[in-house]
């Protein structure tokens, strides 16, 4: 049963780059699926931030605006999320998440348990 | 602002049934399959329902899913305690920027 878990700094500066990896065990990233990221700020609902498959290929939610960059190492079966100038607004849970088509279509089966960052001058 | 709408809470007591609606447009929910996610306090989203109206593995027959045109609906039925939690909906939109969006969350209080 694969599982997942996200690291990273808790607190990161205003203008800087915030920094997360997801962990993938029992089962391999280089699947046919694409692997997520997904982001809650506190008290807010979810909003998916971006995604990339075994290829390397990354779609981004447009709203964040050139800010992500989504990557993959298959050498240390994970992923990894880098927001650029943040600002207050990129305080949230940040969840990785694989997306799956279990019968007909994609659906986030797999979720990390999230990890919380804040961002502050 | 969510993409998706959903009422922000819903109530009611143990053993009764309750419904969440989740409304939209033909780019999103009109042409592609909904999934439902239950957020109990403090954790992860977990997989309810996907495809519209399968139920994810381990989950009781007590949640349903359907949809109909722009509108997805999750019904609850034989209320829990347990149940009480958050519930999103979700899909992808393929409007001229594809990408995955969710609705806003629905609150759900076991009276």
């Known amino acids: 049963q694969v599982q997942l878990q996200e690291s990273g700094p808790g607190l990161v500066k205003t203008s800087g780059t915030l920094s997360l990896t997801c962990a993938v065990s029992?089962?391999?990233?280089?699947?046919?699926?694409?692997w997520s990221w997904i982001r809650q700020p506190p008290g807010k609902g979810l909003e998916w931030i971006g995604e990339?498959?075994?290829?390397?290929?990354?779609n981004y939610n447009p709203s964040l605006r050139g800010r992500v960059i989504i990557s993959l190492d298959k050498s240390k079966n994970q992923f990894s999320l880098k927001v650029n100038s943040v600002t207050a607004a990129d305080t949230a849970v940040y969840f990785c998440a694989r997306l799956r088509e279990i019968e007909v279509a994609g659906t986030f089966d797999t979720w990390g348990q999230g990890t919380l960052v804040t961002v502050s001058s | 602002q969510s993409v998706l709408t959903q009422p922000p809470s819903v109530s009611a007591a143990p053993g009764q049934k309750v419904t969440i609606s989740c409304s939209g447009r033909?780019?999103?929910?009109?042409?592609?399959?909904v999934s439902w996610y239950q957020q109990l306090p403090g954790t992860a989203p977990k997989l309810l329902i996907y495809d519209n109206d399968k139920r994810s593995s381990g989950i009781p027959d007590r949640f349903s899913g359907t949809k109909s045109g722009t509108s997805a609906t999750l019904g609850i039925s034989g209320l829990q305690a347990g149940d009480e939690a958050d519930y999103y909906c979700?899909?992808?939109?393929?409007?001229?920027?594809?990408?995955?969006?969710f609705g806003g969350g629905t609150k759900l209080t076991v009276l």
């Open positions: 033909v780019s999103n929910i009109g042409n592609n399959y």
């Open positions: 990339v498959y075994q290829s390397g290929t990354t």
């Open positions: 979700g899909t992808w939109d393929d409007s001229l920027t594809s990408f995955w969006v």
């Open positions: 029992g089962g391999s990233i280089i699947s046919t699926t694409w």
